[in-house]
């Protein structure tokens, strides 16, 4: 499951060097809402690898300029505290789950 956090829980989470899938979206974004549901369910087959969650870039604008984020949707990994890996855009299920297994 997906949760939705701002921009001070995700800090939170990340510094305590947990494992974190973080979908930065907006809810006028059209490849944003395709990849939604794709997180979401890749979430249940990796839910013991990472935390999945998500933050609205609209919402939460400074941490996305501090990560660099400019377009969206952009997937970030976070491990130990820090970027492991991220994918800018919409990708299908079985190529985001290639991600996954890569970076989880």
Same mark, same amino acid.
């Given at each position: 499951?997906?949760?939705?956090?701002?921009?001070?829980?995700?800090?939170?989470?990340? =510094?305590?060097? &947990?494992?974190?899938?973080?979908?930065?979206?907006?809810?006028?974004?059209?490849?944003?809402?395709?990849?939604?549901?794709? !997180?979401? &369910?890749?979430?249940? *087959? @990796?839910?013991?690898?990472?935390? @999945?969650? &998500?933050?609205?870039?609209?919402?939460?604008?400074?941490?996305?300029? =501090?990560?660099? !984020? @400019?377009? !969206?949707?952009?997937?970030? !990994?976070?491990?130990?505290?820090?970027? &492991?890996?991220?994918?800018?855009?919409?990708?299908? *299920? *079985?190529?985001?789950?290639?991600? @996954?297994?890569?970076?989880?």
């Amino acid at each position: 499951m997906v949760k939705e956090l701002t921009g001070r829980e995700l800090d939170a989470l990340v =510094s305590d060097g &947990k494992t974190v899938v973080c979908d930065f979206w907006a809810s006028w974004c059209g490849p944003c809402r395709m990849l939604g549901p794709v !997180i979401e &369910k890749l979430s249940e *087959e @990796f839910g013991e690898k990472a935390e @999945f969650v &998500k933050v609205d870039v609209d919402q939460n604008g400074d941490l996305a300029a =501090s990560l660099g !984020i @400019f377009s !969206i949707p952009d997937v970030y !990994i976070f491990a130990d505290g820090q970027v &492991k890996d991220h994918n800018l855009g919409y990708l299908p *299920e *079985e190529q985001m789950r290639q991600f @996954f297994v890569k970076n989880l």
